[in-house]
């Protein structure tokens, strides 16, 4: 079992395959010049089946597929057929923008991969393409819908930016209210390659949630899991829920059970801080499970307690995107 040196037991996995995207959202990336990792610093899908392996030895359960976007990745199912395969991992999910996942639904479903996370920040298609940067909303909304009719358990990722999609709220709630999905409200945090500020971001969860209720006074909290990022409610006569993941306000870090690789071997700790170490030499090089272990240990072994303390080693603006980091 892992733990960290909070006595936080650590058995969530957040585990990025690519960096690479074909949209350009703009809370993540910037619209060029971005750096995306060489080919030959990716993990293989050989590495990232033995890391993934690794990491269930030693307690692991759940592990969530990102990026960048996953299926970017062209050898994505032969990484998730064989990680289906893996005894003792109880929990595959993805997170994805849902426009090439189309094509694999139907594995997916085989598989047992039920879990995914669809990032969707609009139901305007204009307003869509300005945060995306990309004319993609039919393919995603066509795939949003495929998914919850093929019974999957999907959660929509919907980012709260000031002067962009506040007005999709409401509706966003209104459209999903027959089915069963939880629309998920994140703050914006400021990890977009660099050209935001940590004061510039306003639509804390406190504030998502009064401008709900403006609309529908009648909701109800749920029981949420105690390591649970979001605040679950239900609004009356929906069968769908919401909740609000103040992934910048950062309530939540005393209960964080999650660790995070990047596509290159990046492990980071902490979405507030920088990687602690990299495993991709490790991975490449001699006794790679004593290796990787040793590495994983030492990083959880200094873990920041919250991610405000995270932050106090970092002051300023951030310089990462959140293509490299994951989410
Ligand atoms: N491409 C996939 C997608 O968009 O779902 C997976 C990778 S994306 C980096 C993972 C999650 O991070 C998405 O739900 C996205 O909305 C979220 N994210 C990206 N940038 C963010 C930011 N600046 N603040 C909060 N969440 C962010
Ligand atoms: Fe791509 Fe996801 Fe970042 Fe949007 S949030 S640019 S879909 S990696």
Redesign the pocket.
């Given at each position: 079992m892992l733990v960290d040196n909070h006595n936080r037991k650590i058995n969530y996995l957040r585990l990025?395959v690519t960096d690479r995207?074909n949209?350009r959202?703009n809370?993540?990336m910037p619209s060029e010049g971005i750096d995306f990792a060489q080919k030959n610093h990716l993990f293989t899908i050989e590495e990232l089946c033995r890391l993934s392996e690794i990491m269930v030895e030693q307690g692991i359960d759940k592990i969530r597929i990102?990026?960048?976007?996953?299926f970017v990745r062209k050898d994505l199912m032969v990484f998730l057929r064989k990680l289906s395969q893996l005894k003792g991992l109880e929990d595959i999910s993805i997170?994805?923008?849902?426009t090439l996942i189309g094509p694999y639904i139907a594995e997916l479903k085989s598989l047992g991969i039920l879990n995914i996370?669809?990032?969707l920040?609009a139901i305007d298609k204009d307003t869509f393409e300005k945060v995306t940067r990309r004319d993609q909303y039919d393919t995603v909304y066509n795939n949003l819908t495929r998914l919850i009719a093929e019974g999957f358990n999907v959660r929509i990722?919907f980012?709260a930016l000031e002067h962009q999609n506040i007005q999709d709220i409401i509706p966003i709630l209104k459209l999903m209210r027959h089915y069963p999905v939880s629309v998920r409200f994140?703050?914006?945090?400021?990890?977009?390659g660099g050209s935001?500020a940590f004061t510039t971001i306003t639509w804390d969860y406190k504030k998502i949630l009064a401008h709900i209720q403006t609309e529908f006074p009648e909701i109800t909290k749920l029981d949420s899991p105690k390591t649970s990022t979001s605040i679950n409610y239900q609004i009356k006569g929906h069968k769908s829920t919401f909740g609000l993941i103040p992934?910048?306000s950062r309530t939540f870090c005393g209960s964080c059970n999650r660790l995070r690789i990047s596509a290159t071997g990046d492990v980071i700790t902490c979405l507030y801080g920088k990687p602690r170490l990299n495993l991709r030499d490790i991975m490449r090089g001699e006794n790679v499970e004593e290796g990787i272990v040793e590495h994983i240990l030492k990083a959880i072994g200094s873990r920041s307690k919250t991610g405000f303390e995270e932050q106090e080693k970092y002051a300023g603006i951030f310089q990462s995107s959140?293509?490299s980091?994951?989410?």
């Open positions: 990025a995207c949209l959202c809370y993540c990102t990026g960048g976007e996953p997170t994805t923008n849902a996370n669809v990032s920040d990722n980012i994140l703050e914006e945090m400021p990890f977009n935001k992934s910048f959140m293509t980091i994951g989410g």
